[in-house]
C-alpha cells in the first residue's frame, strides 16, 4: 500500500517585477533564505531530517555557475543528501515535488525539500559564436526571454492566443479575467491572505540591508479600458501585456513528508497530496494542457471535477484558466461558471507574477492555505510548461484540521 503523501510547510518569497526589488539577488542567496524558512515553519528546524533535495529551475545561466544549482542551494542549506535540478519549464517544482513523490512511494526516502526559483531579471544575453571569435562586423546578442519561444515553434504568447480562439474565448473576455486576477490579488493581500505563505527577503544593498516583503507586479489600479487599449504582442491575435504575466523573480519551498514521517516528528500538516500528474499535447496546446493534466490526475483517482472544492491553474496566460475550465466543464456553459467561480480566487499569475521555475509550487501552496482558511477540503492546481508539458497537484485538507 501506498504511503500517505503529506506538505508539512511551504513558503514562499514575494514576487518580484522585472528588473525590480530581486532583480540583483544572487538565486541561491534567494533560495535559501525561502528554503530555511520553509524548514523553520513548523516550529523546529528540520534541516537534519530531509532526506533528498528537488529543485526547479528553468534559466541556471542566471546563477553565477550554472549548473548543479540545486546541489548550491542545499550545500548553502548544510544539507548534505543528494540534490536533483529539472527543467521542464514552467513545470518544474511541480516535477519535482512528483518526482519526490515517486521515492517516497518506492521507500527510498520519507522526507523531501522541494524548490521553485527563478530571477527572469538575471537572465543574460547570448553571444553565439564569440568563442570560436568574430573576425570582422557587429556581435549579436540574443535575448533568450523576449520573447519566450522555441526555435522551430510559435511564440508562446501566440499559442495563448490560438487556444483561446480555439475555445471561442474573445479578447475582452481575456481582459475581463485579467482585470479580475488583479482585483482578486487586492481583496486577498487586504485580507491578510498570503500572510501565511510569503517570507520577507533580506536584501543587502550599498547602504546595509532592507527588507521586501509584499508582492510588487500586480496593478490593481489597472482598468478593462487600459486593457483593451494595449496592443497585441509577439504575432499573436489576443495576447497583450495586460492579460499576460511579467518576467518575474522569486522563490517557493515546500517540505514533503510520508505522513508516517511527519506523524514520528510531531509535526500537523498543512495538507494531504493526494496524487500528482503529468501530461503532454500537441506543442501549441499550453493552453488546455493544464485541463489534461487535471483530468489525469482525477482519472487516477477516481475524482469528479464537480467534487472538487478550489481550483488554481496558473495564468501563464489568462488564456490558460478560462481555456481549460471550459474543456474541464464539457462547455457547459452553467458548468463552466461554477468552475470559474472557484478558480484562482486570490487572483493570479496576470497580477502575482510568474517567475517561472517557481510559480508552480506557489499555486499548490496558495491552494493549500485557502483551503485551510476554509476549513478544509479538495483542491487541485496545475500549470503548463512550454512544448505544452503540464502537471497538476491534488489536494487535501482535512475539515477538522485546521477549521
Known sequence: MAPKLVLVSAKRSPFGKYLGSLSKVDPVDLATQ???????????????????????????????????????????????????????????????????????RLGELSSALIIGVETMSRAPHIAHGLRGGVKAGAVNLVDPIYPIEYRGYNSVAADASDGAAKYDISRHQLDAWALGSHQKWLAADRAGRFSDEIVPITIKTRRGTKIFAHDEFPRPDSTLAKMAALPTVFGSATTTPGNAPGLNDG????????????????????????????ATAEPEGISWIPALSIQHVLQRTGTSIDAIDLIEINEAFAAMPLVSTKILAESDEHRWLTLLEKTNVNGGAVAIGHPVGASGLRITMTLAYELRRRGGGLGVSAICGGLSQGEAVLVRVSGGQHA
Open 34 to 104: 525561502v528554503a530555511r524558512a520553509a524548514l523553520t515553519a513548523p516550529g523546529r528546524d528540520l534541516t537534519d531530517e530531509i532526506d533528498q533535495v528537488f529543485v526547479g529551475n528553468c534559466i541556471p545561466a542566471s546563477f553565477e555557475t550554472g549548473s548543479v544549482t540545486g546541489r548550491q542551494i542545499a550545500l548553502k542549506l548544510g544539507i548534505p543528501g543528494f540534490a536533483t535540478t529539472f527543467d521542464t519549464a514552467c513545470c518544474s517544482p511541480l516535477t519535482a515535488l512528483r518526482t519526490a513523490a515517486w521515492g517516497m
Open 251 to 278: 522563490c517557493s519551498a515546500a517540505v514533503l513528508m510520508t505522513a508516517e514521517r511527519a506523524a514520528d516528528l510531531g509535526l500537523e500538516p498543512l495538507a494531504e497530496i493526494v496524487d500528482a500528474a503529468s
